[in-house]
């Protein structure tokens, strides 16, 4: 059949895809303008798996909280190229996304996929982008925490973004939160403190200092606990209670935090960033 011109054009401006994938949406939906955007959005779904090897390094990571600062999320939707990223549309519905997760807080991405927003799947609004723009676009981070008093912090223009959890709900912490939502961010801590680090990097560490140790010349009677000192300054390094305050690293975290507040803590945090 024959498809008029004013008929793609409106295909487009709906859509956002391109002049000839328009006509052959049209083409294979009879001219039924519905039918040709569900054909544009398999087409997108196509798209995502034929290039499911293909990296999804950019993007806008997104961090929100609950009203009351009790629940909070960081997602991540991703994109091959920062022309993509940086388009408005994408930014709106990353934030979009975030609102959504912080209001439903589901437990996973796919639970997250499924949530209704502005009436269709957060699912089917990520096709839908995907469809316009024709490369992979994809959820790949969702994080999420409860507290008495959740901060959240986003670095580098969407790049990167952190909750931190503090067990104090009073208004006065809030900033002491936000300090220390910024030394996630610049110093990439592992764990909260040394009890939450991974038997299996705690082995590796130890590991690795005793190999350092044979390498200076140190006497094997020695190797055991130069090795544990060694993981101790790794704990210093890598746990975001023990490192130091880099507003002031004279002092360690938990000590910033204790001068704030006696008994201030951080109860988690979560990271996430681009790449």
Same mark, same amino acid.
């Given at each position: 059949? =024959?498809? $008029?011109?004013? &008929?793609?054009?409106? *295909?487009?401006? !709906?859509?956002? #895809?391109?002049?000839? %994938?328009? +006509? /052959?949406?049209?083409?294979?939906?009879?001219?039924?303008?519905?039918?040709?955007?569900?054909?544009?959005?398999?087409?997108?779904?196509?798209? =995502?798996? $034929?290039?499911? &090897?293909?990296?999804? *390094?950019?993007? !806008?990571?997104? #961090?929100?909280?609950? %009203?009351? +600062? /009790?629940?909070?999320?960081?997602?991540?939707?991703?994109?091959?190229?920062?022309?993509?990223?940086?388009?408005?549309?994408?930014?709106?519905?990353?934030?979009?996304?975030?609102?959504?997760?912080?209001?439903?807080?589901?437990?996973?991405?796919?639970?997250?996929?499924?949530?209704?927003?502005?009436?269709?799947?957060?699912?089917?609004?990520?096709?839908?982008?995907?469809?316009?723009?024709?490369?992979?676009?994809?959820?790949?981070?969702?994080?999420?925490?409860?507290?008495?008093?959740?901060?959240?912090?986003?670095?580098?223009?969407?790049?990167?973004?952190?909750?931190?959890?503090?067990?104090?709900?009073?208004?006065?912490?809030?900033?002491?939160?936000?300090?220390?939502?910024?030394?996630?961010?610049?110093?990439?801590?592992?764990?909260?403190?040394?009890?939450?680090?991974?038997?299996?990097?705690?082995?590796?560490?130890?590991?690795?200092?005793?190999?350092?140790?044979?390498?200076?010349?140190?006497?094997?009677?020695?190797?055991?606990?130069?090795?544990?000192?060694?993981?101790?300054?790794?704990?210093?390094?890598?746990?975001?209670?023990?490192?130091?305050?880099?507003?002031?690293?004279?002092?360690?975290?938990?000590?910033?935090?204790?001068?704030?507040?006696?008994?201030?803590?951080?109860?988690?945090?979560?990271?996430?960033?681009?790449?």
């Amino acid at each position: 059949m =024959s498809i $008029k011109l004013e &008929d793609i054009k409106k *295909l487009r401006d !709906a859509t956002g #895809a391109g002049m000839m %994938d328009c +006509k /052959k949406a049209l083409t294979e939906a009879g001219g039924d303008f519905e039918k040709a955007i569900e054909e544009l959005r398999k087409k997108g779904q196509k798209v =995502s798996a $034929k290039r499911a &090897d293909r990296d999804a *390094l950019e993007g !806008a990571v997104i #961090a929100k909280i609950s %009203d009351d +600062k /009790k629940r909070g999320v960081v997602i991540k939707l991703s994109s091959e190229t920062d022309f993509v990223s940086k388009n408005e549309e994408f930014i709106q519905l990353t934030t979009q996304i975030a609102q959504a997760a912080v209001d439903a807080f589901p437990q996973s991405i796919d639970e997250l996929m499924q949530v209704e927003l502005n009436g269709a799947t957060v699912g089917d609004h990520i096709n839908d982008l995907l469809a316009k723009f024709q490369e992979k676009i994809e959820l790949t981070n969702y994080e999420r925490l409860e507290a008495e008093l959740v901060v959240p912090y986003i670095h580098m223009g969407n790049k990167a973004g952190v909750i931190v959890g503090l067990n104090s709900a009073d208004e006065k912490v809030y900033n002491a939160g936000k300090d220390v939502a910024m030394q996630v961010a610049a110093m990439k801590p592992i764990a909260l403190d040394k009890d939450q680090v991974d038997a299996k990097t705690i082995a590796t560490e130890i590991e690795i200092g005793k190999e350092q140790a044979r390498a200076e010349g140190k006497p094997e009677a020695m190797i055991e606990k130069i090795a544990l000192g060694k993981l101790n300054k790794f704990y210093k390094e890598n746990t975001l209670l023990n490192q130091a305050f880099v507003k002031q690293n004279k002092m360690s975290v938990a000590d910033y935090l204790k001068s704030v507040q006696a008994d201030l803590t951080v109860t988690d945090f979560k990271h996430v960033r681009l790449g």
